[in-house]
């Protein structure tokens, strides 16, 4: 089974096997849910030119869905799209001529979505670098990984082709080191410890992610507590993978969720604008000299003004 859950995933072919939640359902609503970054006209086109099979056979949009049919949707290469450049803010931490390390913003999105194309990261990318690599198609130039929207910190892109592969590459060697720094609510009892949990879609609500064993993919996350502050705690996360969502869905799993975070978190207590996570350290192998490059941001001054509030109690 395929899913864009593994974002350094270049898989152009994605397989769902229908449960028995989802029977009746209308097969361009299931997939729609089921995918991010896609809007259900989008599957609809997908569907009536073709690309998408149930049990191997095409269908219409209307098709209503079965317990144990067999979904494949084959997606077509990326129509070209123009993507305006934008001026748009952005903290460069790193730049030279095959590599841009930026520290991005709570707020931002990190690229284009078919109907969505401006006010991202990869608009601005393309207002200050103008050489972005294609390799990852027209929505995406230069992406080899994101972070949440409301997630903030490091993010590494390509500015050409070699460099793109070396980057998505490792990734999927899980050879980048990628640490967070997390706000959790209560307080976490173990000084270190590893979640090594699989991550699939949620079958109640599938814009979510859940701890499954069900059509699901392996999620290692790696924390270490750096400060206990009362009914909360500060944690240093290492991702060993990168699904989606991994460190928001494991640290619910452990009932430890993030601050702030609007779809996995507690209504209670500190209220942010976006979950209290921040991609502090970006470590990778430079893709033409072979150095060990590493990089680190400090927090954003919202979680720094909430652990003043907490150390000050």
Known sequence: MTDRSEQESAQDIQEWTVTADFAKERIDKYITESMDDVSRSQVQLW??????TVNGTKVKSNYKLNEGDRIVVTIPEPAAVEIIPEDIPLNVVYEDASVIVVNKQRGLVVHPAPGHTSGTLVNALMYHCKDLSGINGELRPGIVHRIDKDTSGLLMAAKNDKAHASLAAQLKEHSVNRRYIALVHGHVQHDQGTVDAPIG???????????TERNS?????????????????????KLETGRTHQIRVHMKFIGHPLVGDPMYGRNKGIKMNG?????????????????????TAPLPQDMENVLASLRSR
Request: hydrophobic share 35%; charged share 25%.
């Open 47 to 52: 569907i009536a030119d073709g690309h998408v």
């Open 201 to 211: 879609r949620d079958t109640n609500d599938r814009k979510m992610y859940t701890v």
């Open 217 to 237: 993919k392996e999620a290692v996350t790696h924390f270490s507590v750096m400060e206990r502050l009362g009914d909360y705690t500060l944690l240093e996360l």
């Open 275 to 295: 979950q209290a996570l921040h991609a502090q350290t970006l470590g990778f192998v430079h893709p033409d000299t072979g150095e060990q490059m590493e990089f």
